[in-house]
């Protein structure tokens, strides 16, 4: 995986453990998640701030877009957990 991965906070890794919630749900990758659904659920902001400072997202006030990077990084992640539950 390339360096911008490398060293995520946990905060910054929320984010892609949400990407990766809506990966395994939908059954298809993902490219952009919700920032704040108006219905108590809201990405930290740190995270945010951390995974637009590496360039891995854009963040309006209500989405974040994830590059490239940051969707095989999502499918790295799901690909992962597959393999810890022996799937």
Wanted: aromatic residues 4%; hydrophobic residues 40%; glycine residues 10%.
């Amino acid at each position: 995986m390339a360096d911008g991965t490398q060293g995520l906070s946990d905060k910054a890794l929320s984010i892609f453990a949400f990407a990766a919630y809506h990966r395994l749900l939908s059954g298809e990758r993902v490219a952009s998640v919700i920032r704040k659904d108006g219905a108590g659920h809201e990405a930290d902001p740190d995270g945010v701030a951390e995974l637009e400072g590496r360039g891995l997202v854009t963040a309006s006030e209500t989405s974040i877009d994830l590059t490239e990077e940051a969707q095989r990084f999502t499918e790295t992640l799901v690909e992962a957990m597959r393999r810890a539950a022996g799937a």
